[in-house]
């Protein structure tokens, strides 16, 4: 599963209007309590673990592909 799938499945913002630059600033949908659900459904999914720090260092999805590959996860190419 891509992460904009996943992004979008937690805000409810349609896939194709999300990119690695999507992020709480920018996507209205992506307040707080998103945000955690999207951490739990990213450790689901590419069952990892994220520490506090790296909870608070992600703000788009960029940072988390970013960080999902320090964690040896490569996440699926997509065509949006």
């Known amino acids: 599963m891509r992460c904009e799938e996943i992004v979008s499945a937690v805000t409810g913002v349609d896939e194709a209007e999300l990119n690695d630059a999507s992020g709480r600033d920018s996507v209205m949908e ?9 951490i739990t459904a990213l450790e689901e999914t590419y069952e990892v673990s994220f520490t506090i720090e790296e909870i608070q260092q992600i703000k788009t999805i960029g940072d988390v592909k970013t960080l999902l590959k320090q964690k040896g996860v490569e996440t699926p ?3 949006a």
């Not at 992506?30 to 999207?38: E, K, R, Y």
């Open 30 to 38: 992506w307040d707080s309590l998103a945000h955690i659900n999207l």
């Open 77 to 79: 190419a997509g065509t």
